[in-house]
T-cell receptor, first 114, second 113 residues
Framework: GNSVTQMEGPVTLSEEAFLTINCTYT??????LFWYVQYPGEGLQLLLK?????DKGSNKGFEATYRKETTSFHLEKGSVQVSDSAVYFC?????????????FGKGTHLIIQP | EAQVTQNPRYLITVTGKKLTVTCSQN?????MSWYRQDPGLGLRQIYY???????DKGDVPEGYKVSRKEKRNFPLILESPSPNQTSLYFC????????????FGDGTRLSIL
């Protein structure tokens, strides 16, 4: 079946530090991969996506590369800010076989300290 | 403004009292879906709908019903709520199919006593 594994945290970093949140997946077929971000009290917002192997998604200084050989989609940012504090979810799309929608990881709580 | 609107945002109720959480989108999306978010479990899909009058079960459909009579609306119905349905619920929509990026509502926090 489909599954997504990501570090749960909390992950605590100082402002301007380098960020990596690991995400690996198991899937049948060729899913699209997503990172969503959830700020306190809000719904999920799409951060970035990649639809095929070797695609790089990027947005707001974050980036992630679809690595089919390692089944990974790690999220990185070179210099984090306090405003990046949120919960980050890695997700994959699934379709066919009677299923359609997103399979999410459990989320990684990121805390950035000034 | 493109948005997915859920109501209510918060609800405290008692076991067995039927409730409906409404979801409406203004983007003419064909695909809509409901998820629940629980600590340590992430988000899990309850039901989805590919189009009007087309609905299907997700990963955790037990105890829930949905309907899709109009393209813009996708209500979630709990006919006899139980405490294990206490959770944070999100409605989402996308242009077509689950492969597309989904737009999420702000969530509905349900407490079933």
């Amino acid at each position: 079946g489909n599954s997504v594994t990501q570090m749960e945290g909390p992950v605590t970093l100082s402002e301007e530090a380098f960020l990596t949140i690991n995400c690996t997946y198991t899937a049948t077929g060729y899913p699209s991969l997503f990172w969503y971000v959830q700020y306190p009290g809000e719904g999920l917002q799409l951060l970035l996506k990649a639809t095929k192997a070797d695609d790089k998604g990027s947005n707001k200084g974050f980036e992630a590369t679809y690595r089919k050989e390692t089944t990974s989609f790690h999220l990185e940012k070179g210099s984090v800010q306090v405003s990046d504090s949120a919960v980050y979810f890695c997700a994959l799309s699934r379709s066919g076989g009677g299923a359609d929608g997103l399979t999410f990881g459990k989320g990684t709580h990121l805390i950035i300290q000034p | 403004e493109a948005q997915v609107t859920q109501n209510p945002r918060y609800l405290i109720t008692v076991t067995g009292k039927k409730l409906t959480v409404t979801c409406s989108q203004n983007m003419n999306h064909e695909y809509m879906s409901w998820y629940r978010q629980d600590p340590g479990l992430g988000l899990r899909q309850i039901y989805y709908s590919m189009n009007v009058e087309v609905t299907d079960k997700g990963d955790v459909p037990e105890g829930y019903k949905v309907s899709r009579k109009e393209k813009r609306n996708f209500p979630l119905i709990l006919e006899s709520p139980s405490p294990n349905q206490t959770s944070l619920y999100f409605c989402a929509s996308s242009f077509s199919r689950g492969r597309q990026p989904q737009h999420f509502g702000d969530g509905t926090r349900l407490s079933i006593l």
